[in-house]
Nanobody, 121 residues
Framework: EVQLVESGGGSVQAGGSLRLTCAATGSDYSAYCMAWYRQAPGKEREVVASACNNPYYELFAEGRFTISRDNAKKMLFLQMNSLKPEDTATYYC?????????????????WGQGTQVTVSS
């Protein structure tokens, strides 16, 4: 079993940056496919980026966000630059043993509690 705790959210102005961190506990962290998801009010949860065999980014994240992981420290990061008001959401860390499609949230087994990101114009 894996437990995930996100941190690093906050309020920034458009164009600013934030770095999200997800700290994991449990064994075999390196064997998990890890991802960042987000959910805005009234919208479905959507994948932002994943760090499994190869990094994956949704179109809106490409060029602005960078996902990375430190398997030794059991941590996952999301560096977010050039933030826009539409990036406002709760951001979640997710872990999955067998992920067939990183864009399918049901493929992930464990979720953090989320960290709020608010971007003002």
């Amino acid at each position: 079993e894996v437990q995930l705790v996100e941190s690093g959210g906050g309020s920034v102005q458009a164009g600013g940056s934030l770095r999200l961190t997800c700290a994991a506990t449990g064994s075999d962290y390196s064997a998990y496919c890890m991802a960042w998801y987000r959910q805005a009010p009234g919208k479905e949860r959507e994948v932002v980026a994943s760090a499994c065999n190869n990094p994956y980014y949704e179109l809106f994240a490409e060029g602005r966000f960078t996902i990375s992981r430190d398997n030794a420290k059991k941590m996952l990061f999301l560096q977010m630059n050039s933030l826009k008001p539409e990036d406002t959401a709760t951001y979640y860390c997710a872990a999955g043993r067998t992920v067939g499609n990183v864009r399918r949230s049901s493929d992930f087994d464990y979720w953090g509690q989320g960290t709020q990101v608010t971007v003002s114009s």
